[in-house]
């Protein structure tokens, strides 16, 4: 995406957009449903993002959670982890906020099209990747096969666990779950163990497959290796590099990877990408 250089550009100056539902997912994580004040779509692509600022407090970048082919609004999930996701955490609904965007490249979906889907979400990592999901089952004569593999630390921090049921349901997604440890008394009947522990109970078809990952950066290598020796292609393996950016339009340098800029030419890149980007650490 090109950036304007003028000062009035619309990439600088945020819209106003209303909340109209905020639902708990998680101690920690809010999903927040939005529309903008002026009537118009936000028109995002999957694996896009936003800058959300609250006035007084500031303005953060935040993945967006839903696929463009929903409504005119569009959900975001935010974790309270300092004071702008604080601030947020304490609006209710018919509260006002600014959005600044979609900024970033998203997913190729047009590259997507007829191919199987592997999805590994690690955490909060489902966020992005339910945009595409979402947008995959809205056009699902255009996919092959869809299998999520979701993986987090407790079954208390699995998200969007109504919308994961009803994809469970659904005979056409493959759905495999795991958390790193699940107490004695909560019940839980998924794999308990990392992420990679579930590459063994899933076949692909590596030549027909695409790799869409996001999640924690420590996941990336582990899951990157696990994907190849599945032997799936280094261009067909994805991954969103979201919590590198800051600013949205590659001014601060704080997402800079050599001579790349996440927030522009990312946040998804191909691991064949990454891999001539030492800077990168996957």
Not at 146 to 171: H, K, M, S, T
Request: hydrophobic share 40%.
């Amino acid at each position: 995406m090109a950036v304007g250089t003028e000062l009035g550009s619309s990439l600088f100056l945020p819209k106003l957009a209303e909340l109209l539902k905020v639902e708990p997912l998680s101690e920690k994580e809010k999903l927040f449903q939005l529309r903008l004040k002026d009537g118009s779509r936000l028109n995002h692509k999957p694996g896009q993002f936003v800058e959300v600022s609250v006035l007084g407090i500031g303005e953060a970048p935040i993945s967006i959670s839903s696929s463009p082919t929903r409504d005119d609004s569009f959900e975001l999930v935010v974790r309270m982890v300092g004071n702008l996701t604080g601030a947020l955490h304490r609006l209710q609904p018919g509260d006002t906020v600014g959005i600044r965007g979609p900024f970033g490249n998203g997913f190729p979906v047009s590259e997507l099209l007829k191919r199987d889907l592997l999805f590994v979400a690690g955490g909060i990592g489902l966020c992005p990747l339910r945009s595409m999901i979402q947008h995959a089952i809205d056009k699902r004569e255009q996919f092959g096969r869809i299998i999520l593999l979701y993986g987090c630390r407790q079954p208390a921090e699995q998200l969007f666990r109504g919308e994961l049921g009803e994809w469970r349901q659904r005979p056409d997604i493959e759905i495999l779950e795991s958390v790193d440890r699940c107490p004695v008394d909560v019940a839980w009947e998924g794999s308990v163990g990392v992420i990679t522990t579930l590459f063994p109970q899933v076949s692909i078809d590596p030549g027909k497959t695409t790799a869409l990952v996001v999640g924690p950066p420590v996941m990336y290598r582990f899951v990157v290796a696990e994907c190849l020796k599945q032997g799936i292609a280094k261009e067909r393996i994805l991954l969103s590099l979201e919590r590198r950016m800051k600013c949205g339009m590659g001014f601060c340098g704080h997402c800079q990877i050599n001579n790349r800029y996440v927030c522009q030419d990312g946040p998804v890149f191909s691991y064949a990408e990454l891999s001539r980007l030492g800077e990168a650490e996957l």
